[in-house]
């Protein structure tokens, strides 16, 4: 009988064991399909950006966030371009001290600080809009947005142009442009996904 029981024991557990392996592998599926189906929405969505694999790589790592949300896409790409425009305006103050440099060259940095510091608080006031839309006011409140992200936009062209011609030279010249290009291109691409967002909530019945 003793022998029996622990069979009987041995032979639940190894069910048991079978049964939970099962579970933890479907659920695994069912993740992997998620996140699959989630990358596949954010790359046909970048797809329609100006700048396609910026967009993909720079928001497929929020993928599990995004999920398959248009607005939650948007969202997320405003934040990784308002906190690239931060890192970089937070570069290009620290530059500016930097010894040996032209005051023409100081210049154009500064100046390209406010242009950024603009563009921060028009994507910051864009993403507090964002968590507030809905509604009847809807069409409004995309219209801010619209004109918000535009502006930080035209801010960061605009500092990019502060450094064209031979105002800087070298590496410096380089490593900034290169830093506030890429800002302008997510911004870019957040104000792409913003207008395919407005768009899709128009059309909804």
């Known amino acids: 009988m003793e022998g029996s029981s622990s069979y009987y024991a041995l032979a639940t557990l190894l069910i048991v064991v079978i049964f939970t392996s099962a579970m933890n592998?479907?659920?695994?599926?069912?993740?992997i399909s998620a996140s699959k189906t989630s990358i596949d929405f954010i790359r046909t969505s970048c797809g329609t950006t100006?700048?396609?694999?910026?967009?993909?790589?720079s928001l497929s790592i929020h993928a599990s966030a995004i999920q398959t949300s248009p607005k939650l896409l948007a969202?997320?790409?405003l934040s990784v371009s308002l906190s690239k425009a931060r890192d970089t305006s937070t570069m290009l103050s620290k530059l500016s001290k930097s010894y040996g440099l032209k005051p023409r060259e100081v210049s154009a940095m500064r100046d390209?600080?406010?242009?950024?510091n603009d563009s921060i608080?028009?994507?910051?006031?864009?993403?507090?809009?964002?968590g507030q839309e809905g509604g009847s006011n809807f069409g409004l409140q995309?219209?801010?947005?619209?004109?918000w992200v535009s502006a930080a936009l035209t801010d960061e062209d605009t500092c990019v142009d502060g450094f064209a011609g031979k105002v800087m030279n070298g590496n410096v010249k380089t490593t900034v442009r290169s830093h506030i290009v890429n800002v302008a291109q997510l911004t870019s691409n957040a104000l792409a996904l913003i207008n395919s967002y407005?768009?899709?909530?128009?059309t909804s019945p």
Not at 51 to 57: A, Q, R, S
Not at 112 to 116: D, H, K, R
Not at 142 to 147: E, F, L, V, Y
């Open 25 to 31: 592998s479907c659920s695994a599926t069912r993740a």
């Open 50 to 57: 100006t700048y396609p694999k910026l967009c993909y790589t």
């Open 75 to 77: 969202n997320t790409a």
């Open 112 to 116: 390209c600080v406010e242009e950024m």
């Open 121 to 130: 608080e028009e994507l910051h006031k864009s993403i507090e809009e964002m």
């Open 142 to 147: 995309m219209n801010d947005i619209q004109t």
């Open 198 to 202: 407005a768009s899709i909530q128009a």
